[in-house]
């Protein structure tokens, strides 16, 4: 079976919700980036499957296929990766290698994830993070931990949801001051990188 990992940017008081400018996705700031672009591309070559919600995957549509100078390597990715969008009103995803999820969503992760294939990644889509969440089919949590505050904007959990114990895989931390943190969720058993 495959894993089902949220991969999220998260600010240090838990919010995943870009309100500010704390997130820079292709990190043009002045620090040494490149510790944190060999973790995003390792984790890349894990994946073949990306699973989005319908706004964050409009967000990415308008912005990274359209990027022509992307030093980082991430447009090449993104426009490669088989993409799949949760929703009920999309009827054309307008980029390539993207599939439509329109009805009974958690059952079709379901059936993706018992497909033959490497990791399935959500990111952003805090409403089908939420589901999944509540539905127990997330395997695991890859947490990048931004050194900001930012005092507001939506968690990655549920309101509610508590979990008694995830299991650490792997932590590490950056040049530019970022963390990063992969979990297990309860009754998962990956295998620590």
């Known amino acids: 079976m495959r894993t089902l990992a949220v991969t ?4 240090v008081d838990g919010s995943i919700e870009m309100l500010g400018d704390w997130f820079d996705p292709q990190g043009k700031d002045d620090v040494d ?32 296929p359209h990027l022509t100078d992307d030093a980082t390597g991430i447009s090449d990715y993104l426009n490669g990766v088989q993409k799949y969008v949760v929703s ?11 599939t439509i999820l329109s009805e009974d969503s958690i059952e079709r992760i379901r059936e993706l994830k018992a497909q033959p294939g490497r990791d399935i990644v959500t990111t952003g889509s805090i409403m089908l993070c939420h589901a999944m969440i509540e539905a ?6 890859r947490l990048f931990v931004y050194p900001v505050v930012q005092g507001r904007g939506r968690r990655l959990f549920p309101d509610g949801y508590e979990v008694p114990r995830l299991k650490l895989l792997d932590a590490k931390s950056f040049r530019n001051g970022i963390t990063y943190s992969r979990y297990a969720a309860p009754d998962r058993s990956p295998d620590v990188a």
């Open 136 to 141: 127990g089919i997330v395997d695991e949590y």
């Open 33 to 64: 980036n490149s510790d944190l672009l060999d973790e995003i591309h390792s984790q890349d070559r894990a994946a073949d499957g990306l699973l989005l919600g319908r706004r964050t995957f409009e967000d990415m549509r308008g912005y990274w």
């Open 88 to 98: 009920t009103t999309m009827t054309d995803p307008q980029w390539q290698n993207a």
């Open 8 to 11: 999220q940017n998260i600010t």
